[in-house]
Every structure is written in structure tokens, then in C-alpha cells.
């Protein structure tokens, strides 16, 4: 039987693009079936106190998160992972190395949006609140499942949820499916809460 799998992404967050990576890979070699749901890590912290250059950073960078939602708003549900597929890799592997991240990220919408045959228009959501409301309602859908103190990546599953799991490099192959049943069978005990080790590297993009 097909296993029905939510998966939450902000396109910005490195870590979550990593493992949608390896949710991709998945999707392929195990019986699941994906449904992507746009996250906002600027909305998720508008009422926390945080280091004011990182929040001028989720300023700069809510953009891809609320076009995101866009999509899934007027194109619908299946347009999500196309888009985020695009914009992702404009934003992450393909980094063009601008230094200015508002256009930086505003190019990766536009390129986005072009290699899907999305409308351009959607691009102008990035500065907007249109959506805000639908981010937010997203968010907080996601961590009632999970719960708090978290971001994304979140992945949920008939009876279990979890924030992760987060690697570099994505496995590929029987590898990746080893790596999603043990972190499914983890995710199924109700007791089990957390299981970490410190980071030795970064986003190993292919």
C-alpha cells in the first residue's frame, strides 16, 4: 500500500533541500508518495527573539517561500515540487554567488518560473503578504504534528512526524531507502523523541 507522505520546505534552508533530495530518491525506490508543502522560516520567528543579522536575513529571504505558496494557491497542489525543484536548484547547487540576496533570490524566482512554465506575475508574490495567512496556517499544521522548536525539514506519515532527518551528502539508490526505513521505523515509536550528533560538514550539493 502506497504510504502518503507530507513533506514541509522552506526553499531557502539548505538543510531541507538536502533532504528533499533524499525525499526525491525515495519517492522512487520505495512505495510513497509525496505531498510538498511550503514552509516560512521568516514567519515561523516573526515573534522571536533572534540574532538581528539573522533576521535580516529571513527578511531579505522570504521571497521563494511566499511565491511557493503562490503556486500551490492559483496553480495548485501538483505545480509545488516542480517550482521548488527550479527554484531550489537556482538558490542552492546552481548559486550564482551574487551578493546581493534579495536580487540573488529574486533571479532564482524569475529562472524558476520560467523553466516551469509558471506565470511571471508570480514572481511579484515575493514581496507581498498575499499568501502570508496560507505560510502561516501551513506552519502552524506542521508543528501541531511535530511540535515546537523546530523548522523544516518536517516530514509526517499516517501516525508519526519528525523535524529531519538532516545529511550531507543526499544518499542515493538502496542507500537512500535503507536510510527512510530506519528513519521511519524511529519515527514510529511514540517514545522516541531525538537522536543527534554534531554537524562535521556542510550542504554537499551534487
Same mark, same amino acid.
Given at each position: 500500500?502506497?504510504?502518503?507522505?507530507?513533506?514541509?520546505?522552506?526553499p531557502?534552508?539548505?538543510?531541507?533541500?538536502?533532504?528533499s533530495?533524499?525525499?526525491?530518491?525515495?519517492?522512487?525506490?520505495?512505495?510513497?508518495?509525496?505531498?510538498?508543502?511550503?514552509?516560512?522560516?521568516?514567519?515561523?520567528?516573526?515573534?522571536?527573539?533572534?540574532?538581528?543579522d539573522?533576521?535580516?536575513?529571513?527578511d531579505?529571504?522570504?521571497?521563494?517561500?511566499?511565491?511557493?505558496m503562490?503556486?500551490?494557491?492559483?496553480?495548485?497542489?501538483?505545480?509545488?515540487?516542480?517550482?521548488?525543484?527550479?527554484?531550489?536548484? +537556482?538558490?542552492?547547487? =546552481?548559486?550564482?554567488?551574487?551578493?546581493?540576496?534579495?536580487?540573488? !533570490? %529574486?533571479?532564482?524566482?524569475? $529562472? *524558476? #518560473?520560467e523553466?516551469?512554465?509558471?506565470? +511571471?506575475?508570480l514572481? =511579484?508574490?515575493?514581496?507581498?503578504?498575499?499568501?502570508?495567512?496560507? !505560510? %502561516?496556517?501551513?506552519?502552524? $499544521? *506542521? #508543528?501541531?504534528?511535530?511540535?515546537?522548536?523546530?523548522?523544516?525539514?518536517?516530514?509526517a506519515?499516517?501516525?508519526?512526524?519528525?523535524?529531519?532527518?538532516?545529511?550531507?551528502?543526499?544518499?542515493?539508490?538502496?542507500?537512500?531507502?535503507?536510510?527512510?526505513?530506519?528513519?521511519?521505523?524511529?519515527?514510529?515509536?511514540?517514545?522516541?523523541?531525538?537522536?543527534?550528533?554534531?554537524?562535521?560538514?556542510?550542504?554537499q550539493?551534487?
Amino acid at each position: 500500500m502506497t504510504e502518503k507522505v507530507e513533506y514541509w520546505f522552506d526553499p531557502i534552508c539548505p538543510w531541507a533541500w538536502m533532504t528533499s533530495r533524499w525525499m526525491t530518491e525515495v519517492e522512487g525506490i520505495r512505495d510513497v508518495e509525496v505531498t510538498w508543502n511550503p514552509f516560512s522560516l521568516s514567519l515561523l520567528n516573526e515573534d522571536k527573539d533572534i540574532p538581528a543579522d539573522y533576521r535580516a536575513h529571513l527578511d531579505r529571504s522570504r521571497g521563494p517561500a511566499r511565491v511557493a505558496m503562490a503556486v500551490r494557491e492559483t496553480q495548485g497542489q501538483e505545480k509545488v515540487k516542480a517550482f521548488y525543484d527550479a527554484v531550489g536548484t +537556482a538558490i542552492h547547487p =546552481e548559486n550564482t554567488g551574487e551578493q546581493d540576496e534579495t536580487k540573488r !533570490l %529574486r533571479e532564482a524566482i524569475e $529562472r *524558476a #518560473l520560467e523553466q516551469t512554465g509558471l506565470p +511571471a506575475e508570480l514572481a =511579484e508574490e515575493a514581496e507581498k503578504d498575499t499568501y502570508d495567512d496560507a !505560510l %502561516r496556517a501551513s506552519n502552524a $499544521r *506542521a #508543528l501541531k504534528l511535530v511540535g515546537d522548536d523546530v523548522g523544516v525539514p518536517i516530514i509526517a506519515l499516517e501516525g508519526a512526524a519528525f523535524f529531519g532527518p538532516v545529511m550531507s551528502p543526499a544518499p542515493k539508490g538502496e542507500e537512500a531507502g535503507k536510510v527512510w526505513d530506519g528513519a521511519l521505523a524511529l519515527a514510529s515509536y511514540e517514545g522516541f523523541f531525538e537522536l543527534k550528533r554534531s554537524r562535521t560538514r556542510g550542504p554537499q550539493f551534487d
